[in-house]
């Protein structure tokens, strides 16, 4: 599907998300993620789903319904939970501020000596990196590993960051260690493309 249909599908789906559920049209943009089609002729719908929680939209013409549990297999947790809905009826100043605090902790995590003694062994995980070891364990099992081994030997440099991020559990800590290594990874990618072209 061409980029402007799904522009336009975007557009109906913010106008009717803001209409029948009162959600900020930002957070649609931020977070949902067109998947594809599903149906035929006049069933025919297309399915969006959050970046985060992969909760899904399913739009229908202009009508929007939210499903509520993805399969129907035994311990499915159901998504679209109040606290899901209550998100993305956030207000722009509300936005703003998270947007401010991600930052700053992505600030914070970047130049603490936690992420930078641990950076190189951090990104050798992920295979788009110039110092990619094979063999090895996916990045967020690699963090939550180091953070468990660090944990246990009362490293100070893991004290000091989780106290800042005011988390001691080892998966979302690997999550906030990460997401400078991200950034690096998509950053190298974009500069790698860009050489192809040029």
Known sequence: M??????????????ACARQFGFNPRRITAGMR???KEGHGK???HIFRDAGTHSQMVLKSTLVTLR???????????HWTEAEK?????????IDAEIEAKQAELDFTRNCSLYQDHREQLLSHYTDWPG???????????ARALIVALADAHDPR??????HMHSNDPEHLAHLLLAPCHLEVEAGRAAA???ART
Do not use: C
Request: hydrophobic share 30%.
């Open 68 to 78: 509520e549990k993805q399969g129907n297999k035994e311990g499915d947790k159901p």
């Open 158 to 163: 893991l004290a000091e960051f989780a106290e």
């Open 43 to 45: 069933d025919l719908v």
């Open 132 to 142: 990619f070891q094979p063999d090895g364990p996916h990045p967020g099992e690699a």
């Open 2 to 15: 061409s980029a402007s249909k799904i522009n336009e599908l975007f557009d109906t789906l913010r106008v």
């Open 86 to 94: 209550a998100r993305y009826k956030s207000t722009d100043a509300e």
């Open 193 to 195: 493309s860009m050489d």
């Open 34 to 36: 067109y998947v594809g």
